[in-house]
């Protein structure tokens, strides 16, 4: 399902949660939503999920809005908490979940069956769910998420409370889902979205920061090519003039405390890596190490939404 | 399935899972038979095979009783989360409200049907008035029906079960006694209005026997209306 968000405003008092917002998520793409705490994640899902109201702009699935047509049946939705009746055992919740997504009631076990199997529920299906522990309550938000095969997953931090494990299954899960399925999933983990998502969306105070691949993000964030270098040579000042007389070479640092060792940053849209090795060829220099040095995910996120 | 059903079939099954149905059901029949058959002006210094004297007591039992059992059921949702689910599913706030109305509901015609013995009993000693036995029964239930609105009302405005029990014993008590005390302090117009407002005067002729219209329509539009309000309440929140 193609998901549209058009310019999407909602309030809280004089506090803009979502501000103005506008992004496109496509079938088959998983989009990763980061943001610094408050900055408006949950607030957008819930608003897709309709269950918050739209105050301004749209949401539009498959061209139609969600104002005048109920699109309930076609989501799957992991609240942030993830809200169980916990007096409940886990395939009663499931079937109790699948009857309200109107899932018919021939295909009611087997659905139930799959999801159990697919969330490794398997031992615990007929615990109550209040005895399970909070990785496998996590499974049950996720198998009821999918209970209906929604063709629109909203996943507000799925892998929070999962063991290091039970991550990489459930990124393996979502990742198995994003290809015919649309997938929003939000999270403070940024290896994670890095591991599952084809786009990230970073967000802050209600704004779209950023927009696009890990890789388009590093090198929007980066600009310049930045390289670590290791050049063998009996004296440092020399390699250090030498290098700086580079026409590609922008800046030359000594790293500190370590021999023989420099970081240079390449003049923008320019490589350096040559330039370097031949002056090294005929110096009669040794190069012994050349790092390119690549901007974290981290280090772009703490950019965007430090304030 | 339909919706409602689907709620109210998990809600009743959560009221016999817990211990609430069944502390419901023993202290309701507990209470109501105590004082039909054992003690005060009980059923047999009426001196006819009549059901009135259960119908005045089950009046109060359940006055007490609903609001124990409809407080829970939107404050909680709202306090675990879990009503996040349950509007995000495809249901309507409407049929929600209804379910959870209906779940109540059975519950305490369950606890009305094992008062059939008494009927049985009674009409065994005696010549029984069927009619007046049944229109008191149609009573207790259009009593029921709005006192589990009014509950189910003061249960989606909070989501702390006290607050919802203790509003809606406060709305139940203007419907109760304090719209009739008015009534009858008052003259006029005024004593009419309140007099019509007041629950037990529609309670009480229809106890006797007289299934009038205007009875009717003033308890099915007060549960009406107790359920819209429960909607929008929920669907306001946003």
Redesign the interface.
Known sequence: MDISIDRLTKSYGYQKAVDDISFKVKTGEILGFLGPNGAGKTTTM?II?????IEEGDVLMNGLSIKNN?M??K?G?L?E?N??????PVI?YLA??A????VP?NLVDERIKQMVKLCGLDIEKHKKIGELSKGYRQRVGLA?AMIHDPELLILDEPTTGLDPNQIVEIRDLIRQLGKEKTVILSTHILPEVEATCDRILIINRGKIVADGTADTLRKQAQGQQVLQVKIEAPNRDQVFHALHALPSISTVDFLEGQEAKYEIQSVSDRQSNHDIFKMCCEKGWVLTEMVPLETKLEDIFRELTMN | ?N?VW??AK?EL??FF??LVAYIMLIAFLGFSGFFTWLFGGDIFFVKEASLQVFFGVAFWTLFFFIPAITMRQIAEEKK????????????TNRQLVLGKWLACFLLVSIALAFTLPYYITVASIGNIDHGATISGYVGLLLMSGVYISVGIFASSITNNQIVAFLLALLIGIFLHFLFGIIAGSTSGWISEIFNTLSLTTHFESISRGVLDTKDIIYFLSITVFGILLSEYMITKK?
Request: aromatic share 8%; with cysteine.
């Open positions: 819930k999920t309709g269950y918050l109201d109920n309930k049946g989501i939705y609240p908490h809200p169980l009746y916990l007096d409940m009663d109790f979940c009857a309200l997504q109107k009631a009821q | 399935m919706p689907i709620i998990r099954h959560s899972d817990s675990t989360g879990t009503i996040e689910m349950l509007l995000t599913k495809s249901i946003k």
